[in-house]
């Protein structure tokens, strides 16, 4: 029954986690100061020197999206399965969607870009799951009627 949990509640969960534990207390005080989740986000943990002279500063945000999308293309891969528990996931991927858009709307901290792509891509998801499931059938109910 795991495998119909949406593989894209793992980067929400993690988003969760690290914007209010930061909220609480646990961020830098600088990045708090300096705008609240999107700077703890945009906060660098580590820089990877480029040919160009310059460094890329990776962040939380940048980590969760990198994950996100990993996971989105996994996720697409699980929306052609015909298989019951694809039912199962596309209704759960549908209630992910719903309480990420709250949480967007509603709840500060979550107003920030990367929450926001983290959306479109549950969004995507369940686009996905519905369009791929309405194909099948239609071909299903095509070959039907052929005999």
Do not use: C
């Amino acid at each position: 029954m795991l495998i119909a949990l949406p593989l894209l509640l793992i980067p929400v969960v993690l988003y969760n986690i690290v914007v209010l534990s930061s909220l609480i207390g646990g961020g830098s005080e600088a990045a708090m100061a300096a705008g609240g989740a999107d700077a703890i986000l945009r906060d660098p943990m580590f820089s990877i020197p480029m040919a160009s002279g310059t460094s890329w500063n990776v962040g939380p945000g940048d980590l969760i999206l990198l994950l996100s999308l990993i996971l989105l293309f996994f996720e697409l891969l699980k929306s052609t399965s015909s298989q019951k528990v694809a039912i199962v996931n596309h209704a759960l991927s549908m209630i992910l969607f719903v309480a990420v858009l709250v949480e967007f709307l509603l709840i500060k901290g979550f107003a920030t870009s990367t929450f926001f792509l983290i959306v479109v891509m549950v969004m995507l998801d369940v686009l996905a799951g519905f369009i791929v499931t309405i194909i099948s059938a239609r071909k299903d109910l095509d070959f039907g009627g052929v005999a």
